[in-house]
């Protein structure tokens, strides 16, 4: 079975910056889709940005200053947040899809999820 790991959240002060990471192991380590989600309580999950076989895509809340990458030798996907917002404080997710598709922002087409890490952006 696929585990995802994800590390790094924390607390910052607005304009600060922090960097995720997630790591995968177990029965595969070749996925086509990688990508960041984050919930807030009491709101909907909602896209932050994934990387593809076919590109990078980001939520245009986070575009110009968070950045994500990817490892494949060693299964890791990193999203590098600068200028960090209050309203960026949430649960991030990492996941990830195996087959190729054009659909990357839907959580629904993620086949295996982690257990988040909590960012909380102070004002």
């Known amino acids: 079975q696929v585990q995802l790991v994800e590390s790094g959240g924390g607390l910052v002060q607005a304009g600060g910056s922090l960097r995720l990471s997630c790591a995968a192991s177990g029965r595969s380590f070749s996925f086509y889709t990688w990508g960041w989600f984050r919930q807030a309580p009491g709101k909907d999950r909602e896209f932050v940005s994934a990387?593809?076989?076919?590109?990078?895509y980001y939520a245009d809340s986070v575009k110009a200053r968070f950045t994500i990458s990817r490892d494949n030798a060693k299964n890791t996907l990193d999203l590098q947040m600068n200028s960090l917002k209050p309203e960026d404080t949430a649960v991030y997710y990492c996941?990830?899809?195996?087959?190729?598709?054009?659909?990357?922002?839907?959580?629904?087409?993620?086949?295996?999820w982690g257990q988040g890490t909590q960012v909380t952006v102070s004002s």
């Open positions: 996941a990830v899809r195996r087959t190729a598709g054009n659909i990357y922002s839907r959580a629904a087409v993620y086949e295996y």
């Open positions: 990387v593809t076989g076919s590109g990078t």
